[in-house]
C-alpha cells in the first residue's frame, strides 16, 4: 500500500521534542526522515529517562521510522553531506533558537539557494521575529506566556502547569499541519517557503474563547478548577472513592441527570432551572451531587450516570487506566513493538485514522548514526543526476 | 497572491468547537469553506457568549472566512442541494456522534458514492469504532478519559481540567493534519478517504513521555504541580507580588542561575550538583529560591533572571497580558477586525507563519444562510458540467 508521504523526504535538525515530534508525524505518514544529529553524542534526549536496557523511551517516542547520520555542522565536509541531502529534500524540520541555523550557514535564506523548492520548517519558543525571538524558552515558559498556566488550576492555588508539555507538543502539531499545507502549496506551484511557528503563539491559540471573554467583559479570565465557565453541572466530582467527571450543558441532559439520581424535584427546583441559574447556584447543586455521589463507588456512578443513562460522565483515567483500556488498545493508541535493543517496548500512536493508509507507527528509532551507509551509498548514486524543478 | 488551498472547497457539517476548528484552519489556508447549518437556529455556537451587540464572539473565533448555507438535513430537497455541493467538494468535516450522519444518509460510504474523491473528516470524542464509540463526551469527559486530568494539578488537590477545550483544540488540530495528509494523497494518486479522530486518542498523544514512564517503571504518574518530573529547578515559584516561572534543566543554566542570584556556594553544594540531585532536594531549593525571590516584585525578577541573564524564566501571563502583548501583536496572534454587526472585534490569529502565502485570518464569520443565493447561483451554473477523474 502506498503511503500518502511516500517519497516525501524530510531532514530533521532538530532535537528532544517539538521539532521531533513534527518529524514523527511526518514519519508516521510514510515520508522518509533523517536525522540529523551531533557525533557520539546524538540529540540529547538519547540521554533522557526513562530508558529501558540503556535505551532511551524519551528518544523512542519521538524518532520511530528515523534514518539518523551523525554529523558536525562546524566541519565543512560535513556540511557538504547536508547540502547534498538538501537538494534532495523536501522539508527541512528544525527547532533550535533563531539565529542558530543561521550561524551554522543553514538557515532558510541559504538553503533556498540550495534548493528552491525546500519547505523549511522552524519550531522555536517565541519565532523567528517579534521583540522575544532571541529569549530562551522551555515549554513551562511558553505555557506561562501564552497564558495557559494562568487559567489553569483551582481558584485559590498558585496557576498550575498542563500535566504535559502542552508548548512543545501544540508546536509540534502546528507545525506538521503548516508542513503540510505547504508541502500541498508546493506540489501545485513549485513554490517553497519557510513555516515559522512559535510555542508561545500555539499555546495562546489553544485558549480558545478565553481570549474573547476577555476581550469583550474586560474580564480577566482566573482559575476555575476543573468547572465549565458557563454550564453547570460541568465539573469533578467527589464520589465514595474517587473523584467522577460529570458534564451536563443543557437543560434534557440535566433532566436525565436529576431522574438517574432519583431527584426529579430539582428539575423544577427554581435555582435550577436554566443553565445560567444552575451556574449562579452552582455551589448549593454541587453539594447535593456530592451528597448523593457520597454513597457510590466511582465503577457505580460512572455505570449509573455514563453508561445506563448516556450522560457524558466517566472516571478520571491515570496513565494506568488508559493505558490498559481496551478501547486505547483497538484504536491502536498503545500497542507493543519489538526493539533490537532494548526488547519489548509499550509505545503510543497516531490519533489519526486514515481509512486508506493508516498510519504506520510499528516502527523503532534509530541507533545513532544507524544509516550512515545507507545514505553515503544513496548520495554517491545520486550525486549529478539530482534534478530541479517541476 | 495565490493562497496554498485556493481552489479546495471543504463543506463544514460540524457544530460548536472541534469540527468548526478544523475547518477554519483550512479557511485561513484559502480554503473555501461552506458551511451548512440548521435552518433558523444555525449551529449552537450561535447562541454562546460572549456576545458583542448580539453576535456570539463564540462563532466568530471558529467560523471566520466561512459561507453560511442553512439547510435541513432530513428535507429530501435539501439533501439534493447536499448532494450537489458533495460532488464538488473536496473534504468534508463534520464532527457529530458516530451513526448520526448515517441516519441522514450522509456518511462515507454514501458520499463516497457520490464523489468518490472526496476527504471525508470525522472528529468525536472516541472515534467512529471502538467500544466507547457510541459514549457521549465533551471535552471533559475526553481530558479525563485520555489521562491528562490525572497528571494536572498540585499533589494534594483533585486532578484538574486543562484551562481550555484541550480535547476539543487538539481534535480540531489532528483533524486538520490529517485532511492535509489525505489531500496530499488524492493530489498524487485520486484517492479519497475516511479522516476518523478521536477526542480521546489527541488528549491521550499530547501526554508525551508520561505513558512511557508508567510503562517502563510500573509508576503510575500522578500530579506534580508545575514541576518538571525529572529537572530541577523548573517550576512555578513565589515572589513579592505574584509568581514566576523558572525553567533550569542542566548544570550551565543551574550555574549562571546561582550566579544570578548571588549564590555562588549553591554550585557545589553537593545536593545541588545534579540535576538529579537538585531534584533529589527540590524542596529545599524551593525553599531557598523564594526567600530570595521574597525580596523582589515578579518583574524585578523575570528582568534580572529571564532578560539579563537570559535563563528560561518569565512572569505568568494573564489573558490581558498576552492580549496586550507587543510580541502577540507583532506576530499576529492578537488583531482587531471590523465586523459589520458586532462592531469592532479583537480576534486570535494562526500560529502557522508562512513566509510566501501568510494565513488569511482579517475575515469575519458568516450570518445564517448569508450564502445562499451566491452557492445556489454556483450550483445552478455548474449542474452538468460537473467533473471527476483526475
Not at 1 to 10: A, C, F, T
Not at 175 to 204: K, N, P
Not at 205 to 211: D, I, P, Q, W, Y
Amino acid at each position: 500500500m502506498r503511503q500518502p508521504l511516500e517519497g516525501v523526504k524530510v531532514l530533521d535538525f532538530s532535537r528532544v521534542l517539538a521539532g521531533p515530534y513534527c518529524a514523527t508525524l511526518l514519519a508516521d505518514m510514510g515520508a522518509e526522515v533523517i536525522k540529523i544529529e551531533r557525533p557520539k553524542y546524538g540529540d540529547d534526549s538519547r540521554h533522557f529517562g526513562p530508558f529501558q536496557n540503556k535505551e532511551s523511551a524519551y528518544f523512542e517516542l519521538f524518532n520511530r521510522g528515523k534514518k539518523s547520520i551523525a554529523l558536525n555542522l562546524k566541519d565543512d565536509r560535513d556540511l557538504e553531506i547536508v547540502e547534498q541531502l538538501v537538494r534532495e529534500a523536501d522539508i527541512i524540520v528544525e527547532n533550535f533558537r533563531p539565529g542558530v541555523m543561521k550561524k551554522l550557514g543553514l538557515d532558510y535564506e541559504k538553503m533556498k539557494a540550495v534548493n528552491p523548492r525546500i519547505i523549511y520548517t522552524s519550531i522555536s519558543g517565541f519565532g523567528q521575529y517579534g521583540p522575544y525571538s532571541q529569549r530562551p524558552a522551555y515549554d513551562l515558559v511558553a505555557q506561562a506566556m501564552g497564558g495557559m498556566t494562568s487559567i489553569t488550576g483551582h481558584p485559590n492555588d498558585p496557576p498550575t502547569r498542563v500535566g504535559s508539555s502542552l508548548g512543545d507538543m501544540s508546536g509540534a502539531l502546528y507545525g506538521a499541519f503548516g508542513s503540510m499545507v505547504a508541502l500541498y502549496h508546493r506540489e501545485r506551484t513549485g513554490e517553497g517557503q519557510h513555516v515559522d511557528v512559535a510555542m508561545m503563539d500555539t499555546i495562546f491559540s489553544m485558549l480558545e474563547t478565553n481570549v474573547l471573554r476577555y476581550t469583550i467583559s474586560g474580564e480577566n479570565p482566573g482559575r476555575i478548577g476543573s468547572r465549565h465557565p458557563i454550564s453547570t453541572p460541568f465539573d469533578i466530582y467527589q464520589a465514595k472513592d474517587g473523584y467522577i467527571v460529570i458534564a451536563v450543558a443543557n437543560d434534557s441532559l440535566f433532566k436525565r441527570l436529576c431522574e438517574t439520581i432519583g431527584r426529579e424535584d430539582l428539575i423544577t427546583d427554581p435555582r435550577f432551572i436554566t443553565d445560567p441559574l444552575r451556574t449562579k447556584h452552582e455551589k448549593e447543586l454541587k453539594g447535593i451531587l456530592e451528597k448523593y455521589l457520597a454513597d457510590y463507588t466511582v465503577e457505580e456512578a460512572e455505570e449509573m450516570i455514563g453508561i445506563k443513562a448516556g450522560i457524558p460522565c466517566s472516571k478520571i483515567y491515570t496513565i494506568q487506566d488508559v493505558v490498559a483500556d481496551e478501547h486505547s488498545r483497538i484504536r491502536e493508541m498503545v500497542f507493543e513493538v519489538e526493539h533490537p535493543r532494548a526488547g519489548k517496548m509499550t509505545m503510543v500512536g497516531n490519533p489519526v485514522k486514515l481509512s486508506k493508509t493508516p498510519p504506520q507507527v510499528k516502527k523503532v528509532a534509530p541507533a545513532l548514526d544507524e544509516h550512515r551507509e545507507e545514505i553515503m551509498e544513496h548520495l554517491n548514486k545520486s550525486v549529478g543526476s539530482v534534478e530541479y524543478g517541476l
